[in-house]
């Protein structure tokens, strides 16, 4: 299976100027989920804020409402089969375990932990969540940012 991962770089932070560069460092600040959140990768296209500000918003955008369609599905899936309540939703998966996988899901994506399915990471923050904070300060300096998008097979 493919999927795109997009790899947000604060190039203030990592004093990076160069497209090789930020490949590389969004690499090895990735590569610890080899195995975990892919099993190999390819390079499919760098987004530098200062040469495309718009593109650079518009796919963190993009990331921002997929995971926000991730965690409505998992939590819709979880309501309509095992209640509306995290104690409702806890004590049926502690007897019936047939939902545990989108419960799991759902954790990890509100968790920030970067997963395959989660196709986002912030290598300043280690997170795979985007918060407005980000989404602020990339609006702010899109200039300060990239993204580098990965062909991910898992």
Known sequence: MHTTHTILVNLEYAELNQESEIIHYA????DVF???????RTVQDVTIG???????????EQCLDTQQQQI??????????????LSQIVSTLSNDNTFTLEFNELAKLLAGEYT????????????SRIN???LQAVKEAPENYALVLFDCHN
């Open 27 to 30: 690499e090895n600040a990735t």
């Open 34 to 40: 080899q195995h975990y959140a892919f099993d190999w």
């Open 50 to 60: 200062s040469n495309k500000p718009d593109e650079l918003l518009n796919l963190l």
């Open 72 to 85: 409505t599905q998992c939590l819709k899936v979880l309501n309509n089969n095992l209640g509306d309540s």
């Open 116 to 127: 395959f399915e989660s196709c986002f990471f912030d290598t300043e923050y280690c997170t």
């Open 132 to 134: 407005k904070d980000t």
